[in-house]
C-alpha cells in the first residue's frame, strides 16, 4: 500500500558534486515536497561500491563504474514521502541522458550514460538495501516536517 513514509537513497555521484549540481539536485527534491531524512558527503571505499552495484557484476562497465564511483567524494542522501521511489525514477530521468526528457535532472544536467551525475533506487525491494549499505540506523533523523500538512490531503492541521 502507498504510504507517506516511503524511504528512497539518492546519491549525487562524483561528476555531480565537482560540477556543482549539489544544490540544484537537492532543490528539485525539495521543492517537489519530499522529505530529508539522512544525508553525508562521503568518499566511499572500492568496497562499498562494488558491493552498491553487486548486481552489474557481470557488466562490461562494471570496473569502470566502480572506478568512477570512487574518482571523488559522493553526497548520499535518504528521501522520504508518497510513492518517492518511482517519482525519483522519473525526476531522474532515464539512465542514458541521450534518452531523459527535458525537465528531468539528467534530461537538463548531463549528457553520457557514464556520467549521468545521480543515482536512484531502481525497485521497491533496493531502497532498504541501499539505505542500509550507507547508513548507519542512528543516521537517518526523525523529525515531523512543517509543511507536511499542507503537501498530503488526510493530515489533521495542528
Ligand atoms: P540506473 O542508475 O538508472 O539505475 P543501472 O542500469 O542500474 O541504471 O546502471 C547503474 C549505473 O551504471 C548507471 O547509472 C550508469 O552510471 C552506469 N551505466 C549503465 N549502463 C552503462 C553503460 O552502458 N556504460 C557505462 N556506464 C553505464
Ligand atoms: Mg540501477
Redesign the pocket.
Known sequence: MASISERTFIAIKPDGVQRGLVGEIIRRFEQKGFKLVAMKLTHASEDLLREH?ID?KDRP?YA??VQYMHSGPIVAMVWEGLNVIKTGRVM?GE?NPMDSKPGTIRGDLCVQ??R?II??S?SVESPQKEISLWFKPAELIDYRSCAHVRIYERCRFP
Open positions: 552495484y552489474l562497465f569502470g563504474l531522474l539512465t550514460v557514464g549521468n543515482h536512484g531502481d
